[in-house]
């Protein structure tokens, strides 16, 4: 069974940094491209950061204006694992993040997976 799982997230002050983690587990032959997602209360989720395969850690970036200059999404292939640096957290920054694989290449066939998501706040 594939599994993402998600870590890093949690409480902090406007300013500061974190770093989320999600690895995916199971049978998994390639992961096209890995993401990040966030959903705020009363909003729709958004894509936060989402960065292809190429190499060893990752092809094509891609960020949602919000966080671009701030946030740095990376992967490391070999470990099936995704990160998500976060600096100059904003309040608005503040709400569940998913970590998400499309194009995931396993022994389940090709399919779309999400993490449970992980809550982070950001207080002011």
């Known amino acids: 069974q594939v599994q993402l799982v998600e870590s890093g997230g949690g409480l902090v002050q406007a300013g500061v940094s974190l770093r989320l983690s999600c690895a995916a587990s199971g049978r998994i032959f390639s992961i096209q491209t890995m993401g990040w997602y966030r959903q705020a209360p009363g909003k729709q989720r958004e894509l936060v950061a989402a960065?292809?395969?190429?190499?060893?850690?990752?092809?094509?970036?891609n960020y949602v204006d919000s966080v671009k200059g701030r946030f740095t999404i990376s992967r490391d292939n070999a470990k099936n694992t995704v990160y998500l640096q976060m600096n100059s957290l904003k309040p608005e920054d503040t709400a569940v993040y998913y970590c998400?694989?499309?194009?995931?290449?396993?022994?389940?066939?090709?399919?779309?997976?999400w993490g449970q998501g992980t809550q982070v706040t950001v207080s002011s």
């Open positions: 960065i292809t395969s190429g190499g060893t850690s990752g092809g094509f970036t």
């Open positions: 998400n694989a499309q194009n995931a290449f396993t022994i389940e066939g090709m399919r779309e997976y």
